[in-house]
Nanobody
C-alpha cells in the first residue's frame, strides 16, 4: 500500500495562504483518487478535496471551493493543496489518503494548519 507524508502546514493569519504537499511512497496509478481531508477540534473528519488519478478531475467541498486548488505531480509523486484566503474555520489537521474500490486508505500522519483571526 502507498504511504503518504503530509507537509506544509503552519500558522497563518486570516486571509493568508499555505501550500500543503502529500508525498507518496510509490506511484499512485493503483488508486482511483487521492484526497485531502481535515479534522478540526471537536469535529468529525471531513473531505476537503480529491483528484482522480485516471483523468485528473477534481472535487472540492463547498466550504473550500474557490479558495483551494488540488493538483497532482506524477513525477514527484505528490499531491498538493494550495490554500488561499484562509479562514479560522480552516484550522485543522490535514490528511491525505488514497481511495481504493471500497474505502479511503493509507492515511498519512497529518499536518497542522492553524489560521489566526
Amino acid at each position: 500500500q502507498v504511504q503518504f507524508v503530509e507537509s506544509g502546514g503552519g500558522l497563518v493569519q486570516s486571509g493568508g495562504s499555505l501550500r500543503l504537499s502529500c508525498a507518496a511512497s510509490e506511484l499512485m496509478t493503483d488508486y482511483y483518487a487521492i484526497g485531502w481531508f481535515r479534522q478540526a477540534p471537536g469535529k468529525e473528519r471531513e473531505g476537503v478535496s480529491c483528484i482522480s488519478v485516471s483523468d485528473g478531475s477534481t472535487y472540492y467541498s463547498d466550504s473550500v471551493k474557490g479558495r483551494f486548488t488540488i493538483s497532482r505531480d506524477d513525477v514527484k509523486k505528490t499531491v498538493s493543496l494550495q490554500m488561499h484566503s484562509l479562514k479560522p474555520e480552516d484550522t485543522a489537521v490535514y490528511y491525505c489518503a488514497a481511495f481504493t474500490s471500497t474505502s479511503w486508505d493509507s492515511w498519512g500522519q497529518g499536518t497542522q494548519v492553524t489560521v489566526s483571526s
